[in-house]
């Protein structure tokens, strides 16, 4: 029997047709037929194309590392929504009592940890092509100081009014059950002003906590790859890289309580005691109470939140596709690099 030939011109000496893709593109139509001996007819699919790989500094990117701040910043805040009151010195009343607040800490930190997460994305990789690879690789601690800055004063404006409902509400008795009916009592009662009338303060607490919460964070988690884990990051499985992202986040957060404790205590004073002003604060607390007031419970509740929010915030972006946190890289311009 002669052998028959198929499309692309092999021998089949068993008189079945060979399938078609294994010599052509893949664009060929799934739904191609092939003649075989019998005379019946089969169909063989093409080969899934491979999946398109997710690409970093994009629109998505930038998305997912968004809707990653919200989901690791709203929900750990309102979690320890009974240590921030027994922080603000509150008498329990309850388990109720204990989450008194905790929808505007909700709302108002999911805002904030929207902002805060994106744009920090947002304005390292900005920062670090203004100043070029050779700048960065030098001086990266800069690059993730100048980020965090940006990403947190925006931040705190999207926090700033939910933060002033929320401490009344947790500190004025009889001031309101909650975000529902205290921000209208708050805007009926100081305007608008009143809800950005601690926003300089919350810039003081917030500004260098988010810039230690970064800085410190990608420098940890560099410490620890080189020194505790025995190979590269690309090399870890994810369960190991996002063990570190925790490790690194709850050693950050030690750091963030110290740096950012003074102002903390600030604005508690200011948004409960009406008329005040950090004047007053500094003379009623004391340099020393102003330092030290509340600081071990801080400290407890920060390291632990911190380290919760860069491991819910990193598994999200493994989920999606993207790398855990961690690095900076510049864009190369093409032209310059010839030079």
Known sequence: MVPQENCCGHNNNNGMMIPSFIYSSSSMKSGMSIPIRNKER???PTPKEEKKKLEMYTPAFY???TLGGILSTGPTHMAVTPLDLVKCNMQEQGIRGLFRGWAPTLVGYSGQGACKYGFYEFFKKYYSDLAGPEFTAKYKTLIYLGGSASAEFIAGVALCPMEAVKVRVQ?????ARGLSD???KLLNTQGVAGLYKGLLPLWGRQ???TMM????YENIVEQLYKQVIPKPKEECSKQVQLGVSFAGGYLAGILCALISHPAD???SFLNNAKGATSADAIKQLGMWGLFTRGLPVRIAMIGTLTGAQWCIYDSFKVFVGFPTTGGVTTTTNPASAKN
């Open 207 to 209: 500004i260098p906590y």
């Open 213 to 216: 919460k970064f800085a410190s």
């Open 63 to 65: 998305a997912a590392c």
């Open 265 to 267: 205590n600030l604005v």
């Open 182 to 184: 205290g921000l209208p």
């Open 171 to 175: 500190t004025q008795p009889g001031f």
């Open 42 to 44: 089969i169909v063989i």
